[in-house]
């Protein structure tokens, strides 16, 4: 048929539109729940640059999905006969790996596509494919659109992806969108939102920093200025501001310190210090001088040296971003602080999207490089779509069955409601693969031995009552409110695994176990920046991981396995008493509390409302603390974590509480 000439402006318009559009054949199927909820409240900012390059990852059918789940399950259950019973890598990917017509279906379906392979997990169950964002559109039958999100531009798939018949039964997911996993270090915060500031190692030659005598007798403090008269009394936070070392502001703890409050010293005492054993960490970017400030770390605290028999970095250790490399000095140092002749293996992957964690991860596994993974980072649960966490889901998968223990850090925001306006969880942790690693506040005593005076779960609330520029009282307070403090809750897509018994909750609870984490009660770290050496105070859930993980090693030393002792978590709900200190609300008849008065009367101030908000909390601590920048005064708590609060037994801050040294490596050891 000959189409009239004045028709043709509009049939090339739409087959231009069509050509724009992904296509949708009636041979393709679509897999479901691949499109991150958190899309419904984002920013649509419309369609990818068709030409950016952009990476697609899928999951692959097991040949034995069934026997897989039942023998990951088996080998953590004492009394089957698969229990502790670790495969090689090798023999996983052979008895569970995809079958080879996937992998070449995958293949031709790539080639067929413009699609290049940039990976292939050696357990054969995750391919990863890459090319432009049109190519993948044509692909998977998809629009890829820019969406934003607290401050983050991310492309994601606006519909579920569609695959071809060919891969239908052998590609069981498709992770499309762009994701980034965050670092779960933080600093301790003068008040007015400034970190605390990094501190010249040559400001004391003897090696003594920051004061360790972080709670103090109770103060009283009058303010006056502004038409008000403010009196505040109560328990005192922090080294006076005019303090120098070895008690500079507000306080933190060094090796020695830690050692003391946890009752470790029992543990290295009988050998226990992680001997023959590995932990590896997972970090992104790195920190190219992590090994020299390592060393002097170990000079200042006493432990062994770090060189070519006892550390080994794998990847890019680049550097190049700032955080990224306090997170590494972080895992590293305080790793290497809990299990000090343990080896390290520092895994670097080169930026902290998806796809490059994901295969540090993929490679720590495969080659069985320690018997746990520390991992420090995560990202939210409902940031993730069903495909990314099967494809975790299948590694961590792996190293249970080969006797790897796989950590990761809760976050540091609580239920997360102060950044996202719902609660939600940090994944990976919140995979029922891994085992999750809340947040503890820790007091010492103000003595020779500084013995633990209590902790609370992590979680502070700051009031402002003076304020250090004028000098007059805030009138009223000023409520600033939650800060920061331990990730958990309940997964929003895992249901309760079998083993998670005693939580009382109905999904998989998070956390399992709980360690330091509070940056108000943080441990020294030493870092190069600009060239010298700093010492400065750090905390976040990403301190917790690395110190369970070294107790992690010297438990597998205790049970005299370099083969490891399977994953934590399932393991973590069945210990004897002693083993692990539970943490229970605190309370203290010294809270701080005050009397205002102004113009229009008297006032008086209560513990409770200076704490606000409290929500579900059952005991708190809270205390006067001047900020060294700001100089104002502040009533700032702790064990105040947002809606999640401890008790008796599990709660979802800190799980069952902080490892009991000898107690808790000796009760690990006696499950092999």
């Known amino acids: 048929m000959k189409i009239p000439p004045r028709f043709l402006p509009c049939l090339l318009l739409a087959t231009a539109t069509v050509a724009s559009l992904p296509a949708q054949t009636a041979t393709k199927t679509v897999l479901p729940n691949n499109v991150p909820k958190f899309t419904a409240s984002s920013v649509d900012l419309g369609p990818a640059d068709p030409t950016q390059q952009i990476t697609v990852t899928m999951t692959l059918a097991s040949k034995n999905a069934s026997g897989l789940q039942q023998f990951v399950s088996d080998i953590r259950t004492p009394g089957t006969g698969s229990y502790h019973e670790f495969l090689t890598p090798a023999l996983f990917a052979t008895k569970y790996g995809a079958a080879d017509a996937t992998l070449t279906a995958v293949k031709t379906f790539a080639a067929a596509n413009g699609l290049t392979i ?27 659109h820019n969406y934003k999100k607290n401050g983050e531009t991310l492309r994601v798939n606006v519909t579920n992806p569609q695959i071809s018949t060919s891969l239908v039964g052998k590609v ?94 029992p543990m290295y005492n009988a050998g226990l210090d992680g001997t023959g054993e590995t932990i590896v960490i997972i970090d992104a970017f790195g920190s190219p001088t992590i090994q020299a400030d390592a060393n002097t770390f170990s000079a200042i605290n006493g432990l062994p040296a770090l060189n070519s028999t006892n550390f080994q970095v794998v990847g890019a ?54 018997i746990v993974i520390s991992n420090s980072w995560g990202g939210f649960e409902t940031f993730t779509d069903s495909s990314l966490r099967g494809a975790f889901d299948f590694i961590m998968m792996e190293a ?40 503890t506040s820790l007091a010492l005593t103000n003595t020779k031995t500084k013995t633990m005076k209590f902790q609370t779960g992590w979680g502070n609330n700051i009031t402002r009552l003076v304020d250090g520029t004028t000098g007059a009282p805030d009138d009223p307070p000023l409520m600033e409110g939650f800060i920061f403090g331990a990730g958990g809750g309940n997964s929003n897509v895992y249901t309760k695994p079998s083993w998670q018994v005693g939580t009382n909750q109905p999904r998989r609870a998070l956390p399992d176990i709980a360690w330091l984490a509070d940056p108000y009660t943080g441990v020294e770290i030493i870092q190069t920046i600009s060239g010298s050496q700093y010492i400065e105070v750090i905390g976040g859930t990403s301190l917790a991981a690395p110190m369970f993980s070294g107790i992690w090693a010297i438990a597998n030393q205790k049970a005299n396995t370099t083969i490891g002792l399977g994953d934590a978590a399932s393991q973590l709900y069945s210990m004897p008493s002693g083993s692990i200190k539970d943490v229970v609300p605190f309370n203290t008849a010294n809270n701080v509390r005050g009397v205002l008065t102004d113009a229009y009367g008297t006032y008086e101030e209560s513990s409770t409302t200076l704490a606000a908000p409290l929500a579900y909390t059952r005991g708190f601590y809270s205390a006067l603390y001047q900020g060294a920048s700001s100089h104002s005064w502040y009533d700032l708590t702790f064990g105040t974590d947002s809606t999640l609060f401890t008790k008796q037994g599990w709660d979802n801050v800190t799980g069952w509480g902080t490892p009991n040294g000898l107690n808790f490596v000796t009760a690990i050891a006696n499950k092999k």
């Not at 005019?242 to 507000?250: C, K, Y």
């Not at 790897?404 to 995979?431: E, K, M, R």
């Open 317 to 370: 250790n680049a550097g190049g971003n700032a955080s990224w490399a306090g997170e590494t000095t972080l895992d590293v140092e305080w790793a290497h602080a809990i299990a000090p002749n343990a080896k390290i293996v520092l895994e670097v992957a080169p930026t902290n999207s998806f796809v490059d964690l994901f295969y540090a991860e993929v490679d720590a596994i495969a080659n069985h490089r320690g």
């Open 400 to 439: 249970i069955s080969v006797g790897i223990d796989v950590n990761f850090s809760t976050g540091d925001y609580g239920d997360n409601v102060s950044v996202l306006g719902y609660a939600d969880v940090q994944y990976p942790g919140s995979s029922p693969f891994a085992t999750a690693v809340g947040g």
């Open 118 to 144: 940039t990976h292939t997990a050696p357990n054969k169950l995750v391919m990863s494919l890459r090319g432009t964002v049109a190519a993948v559109e044509n692909a998977f039958s998809v629009p890829i």
């Open 172 to 265: 069981t997911g498709v992770h499309i969108a762009d994701f980034n996993f965050k670092s779960h270090a933080v600093m301790p915060l003068d008040p007015n939102g400034k970190t605390q500031k990094p501190v010249p190692l040559s400001i004391s030659p003897h090696g003594l920093f920051f004061a360790s005598g972080c709670f103090r007798n109770p103060q009283t403090i009058t303010a006056s200025g502004g038409g008000a008269t403010a009196t505040y009394a109560g328990n005192r936070y922090g080294s006076d501001i005019t303090s120098g070392p070895p008690n500079l502001p507000p306080c933190g703890y060094d090796v020695a310190d830690v050692y003391a409050g946890y009752n470790l010293w």
